[in-house]
Each structure stands twice: as C-alpha cells, then as structure tokens.
C-alpha cells in the first residue's frame, strides 16, 4: 500500500443553521447556573489544514490466520510503512486505529476481531512511544471492502489494518452543543425536548455522520461538584447522545465515547457564563478520506 497524505472535508452548514441544542452539565451543577440562557450550537468546520497520513496495512502481512495476535512479520511491516511519517504517529493530535476484515464468516465475529486486530496494532504503537491519551480504536468488520470479496486477492486485500493520524484537531468538524436543552439537573438521560430538537435535524445529521470515517462523542463538565462524578456524567451524557444517533441510523462501529469531567475547560470556571461554556457535548467528525 502507499502512503498518502490527504486533507479532511467535511460540510457541516446544513447544521450550522439549524440551532440544533446538546448538553453537557456537572451533576451538582447550581439551580442558578441551570437557568443560564442557552447559547447557539457552535460550528467548527475542519478548514482543510490538518493534513493527515493514512496507511493501510494488509492483516496476512500482521496476523496469523484467524488471529488477532500481532506476529514479528506484523512488526516490521508497521514499521516499514512507518518510517515515512517519522515522528508524526508519537506527535499527533489523534490516531485512529481501524481494523477491517472480508466478507467471510459471521458479522459479528468480524466485527469483534477487526476490532481487536486494531487494538493489537495499537497497542504496538503505545508500546513504541504513541501516546495513549490520542489513540482512538474501532473495528468495522466487513463493512468498508476495497476490493471485491468474490475473489481470494480482493478478500486478502479487504483483510487490513487502517492507521489515520491526523495532525491538528482542526482537520476535524468539530459540533459543540451547549448546556441546559437536552439534559435535566443531574441528568443524563436526554429530555423529549432534547430529542425533539434533534430529530427535527435528523436528515443532515444521519447524511453528514453516515459519510464520516470516525465519530467521537465527548462529554465535559464544569468543575462544581465532585470529579469522580462529573467525570461519570460526562460519560454517560456523551453515551446518551451516541444511543440516540445509532437509533436514527449512524451506524454504531464508527462511533466512540468519551467522557472528560472537568479536565477540558473551554472558559472561565469563575463566572456562570464560562461554565454554560464549559458543561457541553461535542461531536468530532473525521471526514472520508481523500473525497471517498
């Protein structure tokens, strides 16, 4: 395979003007704080500059047949394909490891072992000097074929490891839902309210995060309260939001959460307006690669 760099766009406008509201509060978040008014959905469409480097790695050149195990062949074919990007995969802002299989056999076991051949590969990459913190891990099975799975070549060809590193977050659109519409006080279940706001957007949405290669669903929080808590919240309210996408069709494998607390403030904990910025939800987008 070659390695190419490649630039991430993606168009968001349909959303821009929606007004679509998603939350993210601390779960002992003030009756005062909780009347804040709410503020539009923010926008950040990735502009095209956060260059990305992508290779795909055939899995007989890792794995064992059957295997998710990381062989010495895997080894020094990644680093092979490697040493173009140099310090690129250890420097980035995310990388994401996508594991693929052929048609063959059951979904859900390729789904399971795209998957942990992808942490396999990731894992390898952590040990070597990745960071932890920006590697980001799906398996997608059969679903992405490059090739024809009525032959043996094009069905080695779909057996593959993905690795994207994409250098900046500004290659990413990036949706930023403010606090208060969707959620309750304490709450992580998202309101009718909430659903209806969504809905009412629905086929923007499911077009624009049915063309992404990779989705992250990320909660935040002020710092009022306990840590472990908001942390615990930030998580569920961003898997809420991932529960609800899935049911109006996004499909589950592109999708992952996470949860950060209070640990990514984007103003001010000091005053109310800063934490209304602060207790959010946002949705990262990597675009198809390469105007797939």
């Avoid at 092979?80 to 802002?93: C, L, Q």
């Avoid at 934490?275 to 690669?289: H, Y």
Wanted: charged residues 30%; aromatic residues 4%.
């Amino acid at each position: 395979m070659n390695i190419t760099n490649k630039m991430i766009f993606t168009g968001l406008l349909g959303l821009l003007s929606a007004g679509v509201l998603l939350s993210g509060c601390s779960g002992n978040e003030t009756r005062e704080d909780a009347a804040e008014p709410v503020a539009e959905v923010e926008v950040l469409e990735g502009d095209g500059t956060g260059v990305i480097a992508g290779m795909g790695i055939v899995g007989a050149s890792m794995f064992d047949f059957d295997s998710a195990v990381l062989n010495e062949d895997g080894i020094e074919t990644i680093e092979t394909y490697r040493k173009p990007i140099g310090p690129e995969i250890t420097d980035a802002y995310m990388v994401v490891v996508i594991g693929h299989t052929d048609s063959s056999g059951d979904p859900r076991y390729n789904m399971w072992l795209s998957r942990e051949r992808a942490r396999s590969v990731a894992d390898y990459l952590i040990s070597t000097g990745a960071n932890e913190d920006q590697i980001r891990i799906i398996g997608r099975g059969s679903e992405e074929p490059i090739a024809s799975n009525d032959t043996r070549e094009g069905r080695m060809q779909n057996r593959r490891v993905d690795i994207l590193v994409v250098a900046e977050v500004r290659a990413l659109d990036t949706l930023i839902f403010p606090s208060v519409a969707m959620f309750e006080r304490k709450s992580y279940e998202l309101t009718e309210q909430g659903k209806a706001l969504l809905e009412a957007n629905r086929d923007a949405a499911t077009d624009l995060l049915s063309r992404a290669t990779f989705i992250e669903i990320i909660g935040h929080t002020d710092d009022k309260g306990d840590e472990k808590d908001n942390m615990s919240l930030s998580k569920l309210r961003a898997a809420s939001v991932r529960d609800y996408l899935i049911s109006t069709g996004v499909d589950a494998s592109k999708i992952i959460t996470t949860g950060k607390g209070e640990t990514s403030p984007i103003a001010s904990n000091e005053t109310k307006e800063g934490r209304a910025k602060n207790r959010r939800v946002e949705i990262q987008v990597l675009g198809r690669v390469g105007g797939e």
